[in-house]
């Protein structure tokens, strides 16, 4: 029996004028298991879903709230704006790809800083912004991280950075893969500080980023399920000729190899953050 049918057979006549649509913005359906929930019940689950543990992707205003307390911070650096040194063009010119990235996104480029306490305990967080070109590290997000750590030293604050990209930002160029070997550098002076410095890497983290600071904290920690290497499979099958295992760019996978100290489930980060400041600063 066609639906058409027992809706009129069971009194059922709603005119297509009458129909109602869902509001765009009110339901979310999970990428992993397909389940539909409010975008109100995601956000009060950390953005996980609640049936299968996906964590799906948040930006700095979401890591923020989630970690700050009463989401008070102060935010570093705001007005630090990336350039178009080389006058780079692919389909478009560089300096239209970034007007119309900042237009959407709202932010200045892929990198927000933020300074402020994680029940009572100071805390400077640096998290990349996946929205804004791929969250592509170039000569800003390198800058921001150098002057963060500069600043930590000043107030005597660990360090967090939240990594999300897909490495470093090629119309830049040299001046991209130079912000490695800067941000290493300088995570130097701050290890020479004795302050901590604590790296999340979440999905996904590749390229000159994981090649550079997302690997380099005295704690490495990932969310779950996220992806985190180097080059693309295709890539790393090409150059050693060998099939790979699966899951090898998984959180979990690096977990059990050595890669990371834990893995920490976002539902858990502040509290969890909280304490290891705590054992940090005794």
Not at 170 to 192: G, I, N, V
Request: aromatic share 10%.
């Amino acid at each position: 029996m066609s639906s058409w049918f027992k809706r009129i057979k069971q009194g059922i006549s709603t005119t297509t004028s009458e129909k109602k649509e869902a509001p765009d913005g009110l339901w979310h359906k999970c990428p992993n298991c397909k389940k539909t929930t409010t975008v109100k019940d995601l956000k009060e689950h950390f953005y996980v879903c609640d049936k299968c543990n996906y964590h799906n992707r948040i930006n700095s205003a979401e890591y923020f709230e989630i970690i700050f307390d009463n989401n008070q911070f102060e935010e570093l650096f705001p007005n630090i704006y990336p350039t178009d040194f080389l006058g780079f063009k692919d389909l478009k010119p560089y300096g239209d790809r970034l007007k119309d990235a900042q237009k959407k996104s709202g932010l200045k480029d892929a990198m927000t800083v933020g300074a402020g306490k994680v029940l009572g305990s100071n805390l400077v967080v640096a998290c990349m912004d996946f929205n804004f070109i791929g969250g592509s590290m170039g000569s800003v997000v390198g800058e921001k991280i150098a002057r963060s750590i500069d600043y930590c030293i000043l107030h005597k604050m660990p360090l967090m950075i939240i990594s999300k990209s897909g490495g470093a930002r090629m119309m830049e160029s040299a001046f991209s893969l130079m912000q490695m070997a800067k941000t290493s550098a300088k995570l130097t002076q701050l290890a020479d500080a004795r302050l901590p410095y604590i790296s999340l890497m979440t999905d996904p983290t590749t390229g000159g980023v994981t090649a550079s600071y997302a690997m380099l904290g005295d704690l490495n920690i990932a969310e779950p399920g996220a992806l985190i290497g180097f080059a693309g499979p295709r890539i790393i099958k090409e150059t050693i000729k060998k099939d790979l295992p699966a899951g090898f760019q998984s959180a979990e996978f690096l977990l059990e190899h050595g890669f990371l100290d834990f893995i920490m489930d976002r539902k858990e980060l502040k509290t969890k953050l909280a304490s290891l400041l705590t054992i940090f600063k005794n």
